[in-house]
C-alpha cells in the first residue's frame, strides 16, 4: 500500500447520505488539503502564468550540478530555510526532484556502491514512514534493500539509516540510533516546519537533508522537493538517477513552488502586512486541531495519544509541544487491531503493521480539511468497544 491510498478506498466527501447513515472519513493518506483556505486569501500573489514559449528546454542552470534545477526555486529555498532556521544552505549542492519520494530513490542509489557482492542495507528506527520499505525494495534492486527496524540492525556490514524528524507516523524529534561506524545518513525532515514542531537553533546541517513543498506549504500535487547535500559527488549521482528516471522535473512545478514559496517568505518578512503570515496560520491552525482530538480521546478510556515535552521554538518565539502532521493512536484495552476496530466506524486509517509496529497503533492524518475533521472528532468520542 502506497501513501496515497488506492481510489477505490477514498471517500473524501462528507455529506452526510440519506436515511442518516454515517459517512466514511479517510485519514489512511497524508493530503495536505488543510492549507487550501489559506492559499484561497492570497489569490493573485500566488498566480502563475506561462506562455506556450516558455520552459521548453530540458535544461535550467547548465552550470550546476543539478543542471535541471531552476534558479528562482535555489533562491526561494535558500531565502525560506534562512528565515525559519530550520536548514544550513551555505556551501550545500541542492538537487530537486519531482516530490522528495524520487530524492529519497535518487539518494539511496546514490549512497549503495555499485560494485559490491550484496545490496546496501538500508534501515529506520520503528515506527518508520511506510513508504520507505516500498520505495526501497520496489525494483528489487541489486543495489539496496530494506533491512528493516534500526534498532534490531546488528549486522557488520553497511547501512543507510533513514532518520525523519519530527517522525512520520509518531511526531517525536529523532536522532540516528545504530551509531555503526559504517553507517550513512539520510535526514528526512519533510516536517521540520514550524507549525508542526519548535525550530531549535543551530539549524541542522547534516550531509543529506531531504524537504518538500507537500508538508511545508501543503502544495503535494506540484510534487516538488529538494535536497540539500554536502558531497557534490553524492549530489552528481542524485541528478543522474534523476536524470535517468525522468530527465528532469518539471520546470512549471518548480516555478509554481518558488513563486508559493516566495510567498510564504513575504508573508513572515512583513511585520505591517495585515495578512496573517502562513506559518501563524499553519500553526494556529495544528494547534487547535491537537487540541481537539485530545479533548475527543479524553472522553473516552478506549485510545491514547503520544504526549510531547515543550521547547521554544527559535523562529516563533513560542513554546509548545509537538504538533504533528499526524496522530499516532492507540487502543487501550483488548483491541489488538486498531485499524480494523476503527474501520467498522467508517474511519480509515493505517494501522501500526505498515510502519513496523504494533497493530494496537494506527497513524491519523491530521493534515485533512475543516469539514472531515469535524466528523471525525465528533465520531472519535461515541464509538464504544
Ligand atoms: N518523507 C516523509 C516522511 C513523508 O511523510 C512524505 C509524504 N508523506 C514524503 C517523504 C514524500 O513527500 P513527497 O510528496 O514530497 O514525495
Not at 488543510?34 to 506561462?50: I, L, R, S
Not at 533562491?75 to 530555510?81: E, N, Q, S
Not at 530537486?96 to 538500508?122: C, D, K, R
Not at 539496496?144 to 509518531?170: C, M, Q, R, V
Request: negative net charge.
Amino acid at each position: 500500500r502506497t501513501e496515497i491510498l488506492a481510489t477505490t478506498s477514498y471517500v473524501a466527501s462528507t455529506v452526510v447520505p440519506d436515511g442518516g447513515e454515517s459517512v466514511v472519513i479517510n485519514l489512511d493518506h497524508g493530503d495536505p488539503t488543510m492549507y487550501e483556505n489559506f492559499w484561497k486569501q492570497k489569490g493573485e500573489k500566488t498566480t502563475v502564468v506561462t506562455s506556450g514559449w516558455q520552459h521548453i528546454s530540458y535544461f535550467s542552470d547548465v552550470k550546476n550540478v543539478c543542471w535541471f534545477l531552476e534558479p528562482e526555486l535555489v533562491t526561494a529555498v535558500t531565502r525560506l530555510h534562512k528565515v525559519v532556521g530550520n536548514a544550513v544552505t551555505e556551501g550545500r549542492h541542492m538537487v530537486v526532484g519531482t516530490g522528495s519520494s524520487q530524492l529519497y530513490q535518487a539518494a539511496i542509489f546514490a549512497l549503495s556502491p555499485h560494485n559490491a557482492s550484496t545490496p546496501m542495507n538500508v534501515v529506520s528506527a520503528a515506527p518508520f514512514y511506510s513508504s520507505y520499505p516500498l520505495m526501497t525494495d520496489y525494483l528489487k534492486s541489486g543495489l539496496h534493500k530494506w533491512a528493516g527496524d534500526a534498532h534490531k540492525f546488528n549486522k557488520e556490514e553497511p547501512y543507510i539509516e533513514l532518520i525523519t524528524s519530527p517522525n512520520n507516523p509518531d511526531g517525536s524529534s529523532r536522532q540516528d540510533v545504530v551509531r555503526g561506524h559504517k553507517g550513512i545518513l539520510i535526514h528526512d525532515l519533510a516536517y521540520y516546519w514550524p507549525q508542526y514542531t519548535p525550530i531549535l537553533s543551530p539549524p541542522p546541517d547534516y550531509d543529506i537533508m531531504l524537504f518538500t513543498v507537500s508538508k511545508s506549504t501543503g502544495h503535494a500535487g506540484s510534487r516538488i522537493g529538494w535536497a540539500l547535500v554536502k558531497d557534490r559527488e553524492v549530489a552528481k549521482k542524485m541528478t543522474t538517477f534523476i536524470e535517468i528516471n525522468t530527465i528532469g522535473v518539471s520546470k512549471d512545478s518548480q516555478i509554481r513552488a518558488a513563486k508559493i514559496l516566495q510567498a510564504v517568505s513575504d508573508s513572515c518578512d512583513n511585520d505591517d502586512d495585515d495578512d496573517e503570515s502562513f506559518f501563524d496560520y499553519s500553526y494556529k491552525l495544528m494547534e487547535k486541531r491537537w487540541k481537539k482530538i485530545r479533548e475527543a480521546v479524553d472522553k473516552t478510556r478506549l485510545f491514547s495519544l503520544p504526549d510531547f515535552s515543550p521547547e521554544t521554538c527559535s523562529f516563533s518565539g513560542r513554546t509548545f509541544g509537538q504538533l504533528p502532521a499526524f496522530a499516532w493512536l492507540k487502543c487501550e484495552g483488548d483491541v489488538d487491531d486498531c485499524e480494523s476496530f476503527l474501520r467498522k466506524n467508517k474511519i480509515y486509517t493505517r494501522g501500526g503493521k505498515h510502519f513496523g509496529a504494533s497493530m494496537k497503533y494506527v497513524r491519523i492524518s491530521m493534515l485533512c480539511r475543516d469539514s472531515e475533521f469535524e466528523v471525525f472528532t465528533e465520531r472519535l468520542p461515541t464509538i464504544v468497544s
